[in-house]
């Protein structure tokens, strides 16, 4: 069964870390969180669900993300799950609303979620990820050579 799910990313002030303090804007967990294409992602995982039998899903943020995880940092299914348990970073990545010391899925999700996205959803995802990066890159470099052209006399 879908839920129905909040579809976008939750702002970075909104994600609760119960040990207090915010999450730094510049972890390259909080920036790949702003690169990923949620519809895209969403509409590739929906329509594999019945909105009204079966068990609840998993939000399709979250079962692309852990395979990006995986993929990104070359783990295991089973610490996959474990770093995402442990980091808060990687929760906010993946749609979380707050830091939870909880392991969020059993590590046999992964075969799961690998099933739902085909090859071609996956490459059509990650294309657009790759050209949301460069755009993120370009506008970057376009900014600082406008704040340094800005600072000469």
């Given at each position: 069964m879908k839920?129905?799910?909040h579809n976008g990313q939750l702002s970075i002030e909104e994600f609760h870390v119960p040990f207090g303090g915010t999450l730094d804007p510049e972890n390259r967990w909080v920036l790949f969180a702003t690169?990923?294409?949620s519809d895209e992602i969403e509409k590739a995982y929906a329509p594999q669900?019945?909105?009204t039998t079966g068990a609840p899903a998993k939000p399709a943020?979250?079962?692309f993300g852990a395979l990006f995880i995986k993929q990104r940092l070359g783990l295991s299914?089973?610490?996959t799950v474990e770093?995402?348990?442990e980091n808060a970073y990687m929760q906010f990545f993946l749609g979380f609303a707050g830091?939870?010391?909880k392991t969020p899925f059993d590590p046999s999700m992964m075969v799961h979620f690998r099933k739902r996205f085909s090859e071609e959803d996956l490459n059509r995802i990650t294309e657009l990820i790759v050209e949301r990066g460069k755009a993120m890159v370009m506008e970057t470099v376009a900014s600082a050579a406008e704040e340094h052209n800005s600072d000469d006399p």
């Open positions: 839920r129905k799910q690169l990923m294409p669900f019945s909105p943020l979250l079962a299914d089973e610490e770093k995402i348990r830091y939870s010391s």
